[in-house]
């Protein structure tokens, strides 16, 4: 419920603060006094788009703060989604800066405004005098016989439902469309994989290669020199080897007489095993270089290509020909496999859309059960108001399709004359015939909505007499259920309201401005009485006031 708005430095106002009560409340007051201000002002503390403009005093931030009481409104969860501290009694505020610039607050806590209007749609419903032009809207009429039949949780598990619908229907509609685009790329990955293939790569093998083909490039000279040397330490007519052995031996004869021979015979005996051995090891290389002309053919067209696959894949090694190689072989797998894929993901999306058939269903079948009711309280309402021929049809049909909210359709049909075609409510209807059915329609649901607060702005508009008295008793009745504020110029539904506000504009020295009162009993007589004949107060007046207060 609200309880308080405070406002500064918006529009005429400098600084105004207004507390309600429940019940119903009325707000009256010339046209240009500032009705439409304190209703904008609410409106940009719910959420609504802020314009710097609004800004009474150019140097100065506006604020404007509300507050609500709502214990009774079950919303801790989405204080909680929100991150935001539950207040029984929660206070929203909205700051709008000298430079266009605005922020919002929950309970002192900075959110978006995205937050603050969603929070505000959870509080009140504001009915502004073009609202009645929504009612042809679908979205509009599925959400009031929703409403009515208490499709909460009906409609967000068919929701929750239709979303997973719909992903599977565009995952399933992005797989075909790839496996069109990756069937034109197959013939290609697997003219790529099979030259990969072809060349049996093997990590480490283009370096080995290459060293072979380097020794076996230069073979006989590799032999002719590994030759030379053997030849100089073991062979020839005075080999290295020998030499060393026979100067070894020399001193092993003089050793035992020269003590200084014992190391030169041991360093020669070093050396002539080093040098033997290292003979031998030359002797066994020669053997083994080749001279292979077949085997140079070979490294020569496997190093080609590989040097081949490495320009055309833009790479400079075998281990990212190997990478690649496995890249196309999971890229052809992928598309051969891809039609598997897709018949798990259609049977996904059957077994997904019998769901939803059924939860469709369920949700038609609740709507269905509470349009005859719905349709005899409209009727009842508007005839009450004034319309005794009226007719009020809700027509449904079942689509072809799912949509957002379900599987069925339906449209307000209507008609004021007696024996009268129906037909859509906004072809057919006038203002004054939108006005009251869209108060019977806020009248049906009062007592099934979770908010705790409507305001009407001239929801009267085109109603007068002894209807407008019948539309103030009808938002009295209302009030029972929820919080209503009627912002009227007509004196039979102001002197209905439990509380009754009155909204002035005022000149001082320096500036207009405008402000608003609760009037008293006495008060409230004299605005009655304004209303109903001008300014001029006649006693005549003051006593037609009385009568209506006293109903």
């Known amino acids: 419920m609200l309880q308080s708005i405070s406002i500064q430095n918006y529009a005429l106002i400098t600084k105004l603060d207004i507390e309600f009560s429940d019940g119903f409340s009325v707000i009256t007051g010339e046209t240009g006094s500032g009705k439409s201000i304190l209703l904008g002002a609410l409106s940009l503390v719910l959420g609504q788009r802020a314009e710097v403009n609004v800004l009474k005093d150019k140097e100065q931030k506006c604020i404007i703060e509300s507050s609500f009481s709502i214990e009774r409104y079950h919303l801790e969860k989405f204080f909680e989604a929100n991150e935001l501290d539950y207040e029984k009694e929660t206070l ?7 430079n266009g610039k605005s922020r919002a607050f929950v309970n002192d806590t900075p959110v ?7 929070l505000g749609l959870r509080l009140i419903d504001v009915h502004s005098q073009n609202q009645n032009l929504v009612i042809g809207s679908f979205e509009y009429q599925m959400g009031i016989v929703d409403t009515y039949a208490g499709n909460s949780e009906i409609l967000k598990k068919y929701q929750e439902c239709f979303d997973k619908f719909q992903k599977l229907k565009q995952e399933l509609r992005k797989q075909e ?11 290609y990955f697997q003219f790529q994989l099979e030259q990969l293939l072809e060349a049996k790569l093997v990590a480490g093998e283009q370096v080995e290669m290459e060293a072979e083909l380097e020794t076996l490039t230069h073979a006989e000279e590799i032999k002719s020199g590994l030759v030379k040397a053997y030849e100089n330490l073991s062979e020839g007519e005075s080999p290295i080897v020998t030499q060393l052995k026979e100067a070894r031996n020399a001193l092993a004869q003089i050793k035992n007489v020269f003590p200084d021979a014992v190391s030169f015979y041991e360093r020669l005996e070093s050396a002539y095993i080093e040098l033997n051995d290292l003979a031998q090891e030359l002797d066994r290389s020669n053997e083994s270089v080749e001279l292979d002309p077949s085997r140079i053919e070979f490294l020569n067209q496997k190093l080609d290509a590989i040097y081949s696959l490495q320009q055309k894949h833009h790479v400079n090694s075998v281990e990212d020909l190997i990478q690649i190689r496995e890249e196309l072989i999971q890229k052809v797998d992928k598309i051969v496999s891809g039609n598997d894929f897709i018949d798990d993901l259609k049977k996904q999306l059957k077994a997904q859309k019998d769901l939803l058939l059924k939860s469709a269903e ?9 349009i005859p009711s719905i349709e005899k309280t409209i009727v009842e309402q508007l005839v009450q108001l004034g319309i005794p021929n009226a007719n009020f049809k809700l027509a449904t049909q079942i689509r072809e399709d799912f949509q957002y909210l379900g599987h069925d359709s339906l449209s307000f049909l209507f008609s004021a004359n007696k024996n009268g075609q129906l037909e859509e409510v906004q072809k057919v209807a006038s203002g004054g015939e939108l006005s009251r059915l869209m108060l019977s329609i806020k009248y049906l649901i009062s007592s099934s909505t979770a908010l705790p607060s409507i305001v009407f702005d001239e929801i009267d508009t085109g109603v007068s007499g002894e209807i407008a008295a019948k539309m103030g008793t009808m938002m009295n009745k209302m009030a029972e259920n929820i919080q209503v504020i009627s912002i009227t110029h007509l004196p039979q539904i102001a002197g209905k309201g439990k509380n009754h506000y009155k909204v002035y504009k005022a000149d001082d020295e320096q500036e207009t401005y405008s402000n608003i009162v609760l009037l008293d009993h006495q008060s409230r007589i004299e605005e009655l009485a304004k209303m109903l004949s001008g300014a001029a107060l006649t006693q005549a007046a003051l006593e037609n006031a009385k009568v209506l207060l006293s109903n």
Request: net charge positive; aromatic share 0%; charged share 45%.
């Open 362 to 370: 369920k949700l038609t079948d609740s709507r269905v059960k509470v």
């Open 177 to 187: 469309e790839l496996a069109v685009k990756e069937k034109a790329d197959l013939d």
């Open 112 to 118: 978006s405004v995205k937050v603050l209007k969603e």
């Open 92 to 98: 929203l505020r909205r700051e709008i800066l000298p």
